[in-house]
Nanobody, 119 residues
Framework: QVQLVESGGGLVQPGGSLRLSCAASGRTFSGYAMGWFRQAPGKDREIVGAITWSSGITYYKDSVKGRFTISRDNTKNTVYLQMNNLKPEDTAVYYC????????????WGRGTQVTVSS
């Protein structure tokens, strides 16, 4: 599968912003969509949102709508997660993942990047 590398995580105060990046390595990248997931300690991993490569159609979890924005740069094989008005509840390890087809699973995963929202 394609190798994915997340970056941009860190410590931010409530109300602040961060932009995460997910870069796909190599020239063999292809697929239907890229998704952002997160997992907090003691919680299940959940999908944050996703974007299709071809048309840029996006999906967002209800709790982040209006605060988070997913975009992609096809020429760089990179997907971004812009996070605004961050809340302590957003604290988690954030992962990007690739979906090869509309009926397939997310089967390519990055190692994750820590996002901590705290005063």
């Amino acid at each position: 599968q394609v190798q994915l590398v997340e970056s941009g995580g860190g410590l931010v105060q409530p109300g602040g912003s961060l932009r995460l990046s997910c870069a796909a390595s190599g020239r063999t990248f292809s697929g239907y969509a890229m998704g952002w997931f997160r997992q907090a300690p003691g919680k299940d991993r959940e999908i944050v949102g996703a974007i299709t490569w071809s048309s840029g159609i996006t999906y967002y979890k209800d709790s982040v709508k209006g605060r988070f924005t997913i975009s992609r740069d096809n020429t760089k094989n990179t997907v971004y997660l812009q996070m605004n008005n961050l809340k302590p509840e957003d604290t988690a390890v954030y992962y990007c993942a690739g979906q090869n087809s509309i009926i397939g699973p997310y089967d390519s995963w990055g190692r994750g990047t820590q996002v901590t929202v705290s005063s």
